[in-house]
């Protein structure tokens, strides 16, 4: 085949979409074994969430973790999983995007190393997906034994399934792609010529071809999918909202100088993380927090909306620390690049934004610039020297465009606050 003829070939949708389950389908944090975990207790949800953890730092193997979680599920009734499952709701915008798939002649397949493969199947009955994978799980008088097996727990499964599914169909990496959020996935990127990462970590972020971190609608396009999703450049009210939040920690150290201490400041700002995690917790399980619901489900995404929303627990954290480790008035600086120029970051390069970052894929070169801009003339109202102020946005800017495992929330304020105290 030749180069043109490839060209023409990608101007088509692919001939199959593969989708990771966790993540892109369903809600991120609420991972199933997490759900069966409220059920055996406190306990039991703290070892499941430690375990998952360790994977996340790459401590432990995936299949480790899962054997490990899972064998802490034993004895449960399998008909009590599945009801916990079919609880779980799907991302906002799941369906409408299968049958856009649908429509455009796409076959679709669904792969998950952490659901047993009847519940696979049932997302994929309901979807009407082509083609669905999971673990194999022991069951014995209807009872987990708390063994589990199959292929896609091994580190190559997916990537083996992938390539079962076709050779079945005789297509190729040029007929293929894949959806998926975390470095679980990676062995599938060289089968699929379309490689889209959907929120994703911040290793698949960089192998990623396209990233999208908005509504699962916004994959179509890049497939060459009709789609009515917005354009990029669209701000949804929610992002106004929570950016609007976020540019609103320059109130703190105008706090801290004029009403209170800083000590004082954080531990004002401790407290209502505490109520926020409280509320969030209510949230999930139905129940609504007084004020604090109303906030969080005007900003929250669609995405976020059926999980634990984290993200306000980093940002408060982020500037929790920066008014604690740095004095006076290096600590305002910092947070203010942290407020100003990573809210001014993500409106700009929303609206204005035209060329992604080469190493991460999920920003856009002019939100960064606007950015440090505006980090550069909140760091000038604290910082007399404006080589220093220069260097602290320009530090503080870098952080946030560069895909890093930590929350930018946490390491725009703490690096640039520390290049500050250098300097």
């Known amino acids: 085949m030749t180069t043109e003829d490839l060209e023409k070939r990608r101007l088509k949708p692919p001939e199959l979409v593969v989708f990771d389950v966790e993540g892109v389908l ?3 944090r609420r991972y199933l074994p997490f759900e069966a975990a409220r059920e055996l207790g406190f306990l039991t949800f703290v070892k499941i969430l430690l375990t998952g953890f360790l994977y996340e730092i790459g401590l432990t193997s ?4 899962l054997r490990r979680i899972f064998r802490m599920l034993e004895g449960l009734a399998f008909d009590d999983l599945f009801q916990l499952y079919q609880e779980v709701p799907l991302i906002y915008g799941v369906e409408e995007v299968f049958k856009r798939l649908r429509q455009a002649k796409c076959r679709t397949a669904l792969i998950s190393s952490g659901l047993p493969q009847p519940f696979v199947e049932a997302l994929a009955s309901k979807l009407n997906a082509d083609y669905a994978y999971g673990l194999d799980l022991e069951v014995n008088n209807n009872r987990l034994t708390g063994k589990i097996s199959g292929v896609v727990i091994k580190p190559e499964g997916k990537a083996i399934v992938l390539k079962e599914i076709l050779d079945a169909n005789g297509l190729t990496a040029e007929d293929c792609a894949v959806v998926a959020d975390d470095r679980n996935n990676l ?10 990462g959907y929120n994703p970590d911040f290793l698949l972020s960089i192998k990623s071809d396209v990233v999208i971190r908005g509504e699962l609608s916004e994959i179509l396009s890049p497939l060459n999918v009709e789609t009515t999703t917005t354009s990029y450049s669209s701000i949804s009210k929610d992002m106004a909202i929570r950016e609007s939040i976020h540019i609103g920690g320059v109130l703190v150290p105008l706090i801290s100088l004029y009403l209170l201490p800083p000590f004082t400041t954080a531990f004002l700002i401790f407290t209502i993380t505490l109520l926020y995690i409280t509320s ?4 999930i399980e139905g129940i609504k927090f007084p004020l604090i619901h109303i906030i969080t489900r005007r900003a929250a995404t669609k995405p976020e ?3 634990f ?15 604690l480790l740095f004095p006076e008035p290096i600590n305002y600086a910092s947070i203010v690049i942290f407020a100003l120029g990573d809210g001014a970051a993500t409106l700009f390069g929303r609206k204005l934004g035209r060329n992604v970052i080469p190493f991460n894929k999920g920003k856009r070169i002019e939100g960064t610039i606007f950015g440090f801009i505006f980090a550069l003339l909140g760091a000038l109202l604290f910082v007399n020297n404006p080589l220093k102020a220069l260097i602290g946005a ?6 946030e465009a560069l895909p890093t495992p930590i929350s930018d929330n946490l390491t725009i304020p703490l690096t640039s606050g520390l290049v500050l105290m250098i300097l």
């Open 394 to 399: 320009a530090i503080g800017m870098f952080m």
């Open 26 to 28: 369903l809600p991120k």
């Open 280 to 283: 969030e917790f209510a949230r």
């Open 62 to 65: 995936l299949e480790s973790a």
């Open 305 to 307: 909306f059926h999980e």
């Open 187 to 196: 062995p599938m990127f060289p089968l699929c010529s379309w490689r889209i």
């Open 309 to 323: 929303v984290t993200a306000p627990i980093f940002f408060a954290t982020g500037i929790m620390l920066a008014l």
